[in-house]
């Protein structure tokens, strides 16, 4: 598979490890920051959020910042602490996402909803959106806080984007690609773009960064998308189906619903209603998704984006910080094969 986005001949599956080497250091010194702004004389707040801080994630998006500064030669400290603000609106909205979704399972293990309520888990990640803001204020660049700011805002109109499609099957490709480029490529795409900002770079290397992780971004969404269907908790971290029951129409049902039968669409109408959910239900849902080509397509046009953001990357000089983003694409591809 991964031929077919990059390069020949890879005798191992892409990993996220060139990439977690190249930024080690770094990393360290943005978990001191996390593990220090995440602290409050409100007991419930570190608990809370370190229950999901602290539960596994790859850490992916601070991780490109770091990675990005290190492309681009940055030899600063500002990306320590933005690269810790870009973590918590990625926390923050997951907190809101998982009250909003009524989700049981994030990474493998208990939701903080479920555990500590509804109520809780939206303070929460209030109180890390106002900790992400913080430590933006203290950088100090007006050019990093309208960036991280305004990907902040547009993840929400995403969020309410979704939501207002939700149930509906009559949903299109169009709203769909809008929905996931706001609430998951946009925080991709400023987490990348901040670092030619920090690094005193120009317009076209802001551009090209923004790119890179929009397209990312989508890639990544998209492969979620299928595999939501493909794959189990244990692989997801989270339910199997979460999507399938909550009726959420996402790529693989949109093509699957226009290229199904009179009884296929019948079923999908009844299915995104919320009136066809059983496990037999996703089992059918599956089986149209396959026979149609939907998870198949889906993932090619996963390929498509993912080699888009590699080619934004044509610009910068070849380099381990430049292997370790382009392998960050195919890992990214690679984990619905």
């Not at 998982?98 to 109180?127: C, E, M, P, Q, Y």
């Not at 019948?266 to 209603?273: L, V």
Request: aromatic share 6%; hydrophobic share 45%.
């Amino acid at each position: 598979m991964t031929a077919t986005i990059h390069r020949l001949g890879r005798d191992q599956a892409p990993s996220l490890e060139p990439m977690m080497a190249l930024v080690a250091e770094d990393m360290n010194s943005v978990n001191a920051v996390i593990l220090d702004r995440m602290q409050s004389r409100i007991p419930l707040i570190p608990e809370l959020a370190g229950h999901l801080i602290a539960g596994g994630g790859k850490r992916m998006r601070p991780m490109l910042t770091l990675a990005s500064a290190r492309l681009l030669d940055y030899s600063g400290t500002r990306h320590h602490k933005l690269s810790a603000a870009v973590e918590f609106i990625h926390t923050a909205t997951l907190l809101h996402d998982d009250v909003v979704d009524g989700s049981g399972l994030r990474r493998g293990r208990k939701t903080a909803n479920i555990i500590w309520g509804n109520s809780a888990s939206v303070l929460v990640g209030d109180f890390l959106f106002s900790r992400s803001f913080e430590l933006m204020v203290e950088d100090g660049s007006l050019k990093v806080l309208k960036i991280l700011s305004n990907a902040s805002a547009v993840i929400a109109e995403g969020e309410v984007n979704q939501l207002t499609a939700q149930r509906r099957i009559d949903t299109d490709e169009e709203q769909y690609l809008e929905i996931i480029g706001a609430k998951t490529a946009a925080l991709f795409a400023a987490a990348c773009r901040i670092a030619a900002v920090v690094a005193e770079r120009d317009e076209k290397q802001e551009q090209a960064l923004d790119a890179y992780g929009r397209n990312l971004g989508i890639a990544f969404q998209l492969v979620d998308d299928a595999l939501d269907y493909e794959s189990d908790g244990a692989t997801m971290g989270k339910d199997a189906g979460d999507d399938f029951r909550d009726g959420k129409v996402t790529l693989p049902v949109i093509l699957a619903y226009a290229r199904g039968s009179a009884d296929d669409r019948a079923f999908w109408k009844a299915a995104i209603s919320g009136h066809r959910i059983s496990d037999e239900d996703l089992t059918h849902a599956t089986g149209l998704l396959r026979s149609t080509g939907a998870i198949a397509d889906t993932l090619a046009r996963a390929r498509h984006y993912g080699q888009r953001a590699i080619d934004a990357l044509g610009m910068f000089g070849n380099g381990k910080a430049k292997a370790a983003l382009i392998e960050a694409v195919e890992f990214a591809i690679a984990r619905a094969y």
